[in-house]
């Protein structure tokens, strides 16, 4: 495969073969930018990047699994057949688990959730990095929730406050610290959240996640995924938005 020119900005989706990864691909490749499609299972992968390739869009998919050091590492070495640096990381990958009430949840249940949502975008980034540090004005956009905020469930009028249980809302929160954590580290790479919804009007996105129930789309739901990953070079590190502006956290 051809090299990717210079000039074209580069951007790696985890979780990209459906949904919010999904719509912020298509939104990204409009642009002009090249998208690498991570997805888990190939076939799907394949099938999306085949939808944005006939819109018009430069897309490659990238098998990748975010549970896998393996498959990590070999997603990265596929991008890097592509290009010699990458501009945008969006570690959007993520999994509700079953959702089991605290008092009954087992630690089997509890790993997989933290293993998609939390080891995953530590694996993806920290592979990634060498990458990201060849670009000129390197972003990694990370995907939280609503329901990774203290302030958001310990407020009673958000009906996430009602529902009872331990492995997402405390993964999303861990994503948070990660992420503020990253952008201490490494100053020269911009290390942002984005939560899809609306918190002040408790609205999420329509996505499998929800059974489609969202009452917001996809494409307002990858607002502030898109905010986040056209910054400036004199944009913000570690913030957490939602479409709205910014999200206590
Ligand atoms: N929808 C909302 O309003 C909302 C609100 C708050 C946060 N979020 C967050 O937004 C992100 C995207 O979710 P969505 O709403 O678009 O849901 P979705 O349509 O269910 O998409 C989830 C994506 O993550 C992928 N995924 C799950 N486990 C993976 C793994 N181990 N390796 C690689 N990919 C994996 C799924 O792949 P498969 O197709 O193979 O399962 C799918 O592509 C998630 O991080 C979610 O927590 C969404």
Known sequence: ?????????????????????LEAARRLGVRGWTVFLGSRDESRGRAAAEGLI?????AVPVSLDVTSDESVAAAEKLVRQHTDSLDVLINNAGTP???????EVSIDEIHAVYDTNVYGPIRVTNALI????????PRVVMISSAGSSFS???????????????????????????????????PDIKFNLATP??????????????????????????????????????GPTGTFIDRLGPVAW
Not at 54 to 58: L, P
Not at 156 to 181: C, F, W
Not at 197 to 225: C, H, Q, Y
């Open 1 to 21: 495969m051809s090299m990717t020119s210079a000039n074209t900005t580069t951007v790696l989706i985890t979780g990209a073969n459906k949904g919010l990864g």
């Open 54 to 58: 006939a819109e018009g869009i430069h």
């Open 97 to 103: 688990g079953r959702g089991t009430a605290p008092a």
């Open 130 to 137: 060498p990458l990201l540090r060849a670009a000129a004005n």
């Open 152 to 186: 958001v469930v310990t407020d009673p009028d958000q009906p996430i406050s009602r529902i009872h249980e331990l492995g997402y809302s405390s993964s999303k929160a861990a994503l948070n610290m990660v992420t503020v954590r990253y952008a201490q580290a490494l």
């Open 197 to 234: 919804g609306e918190i002040a009007n408790r609205k999420f996105a329509a996505t499998d996640m929800n059974n489609n129930t969202g009452a917001l789309t996809v494409t307002e739901g990858t607002d502030s995924i898109l905010e986040l990953a056209t910054l400036d070079p004199d």
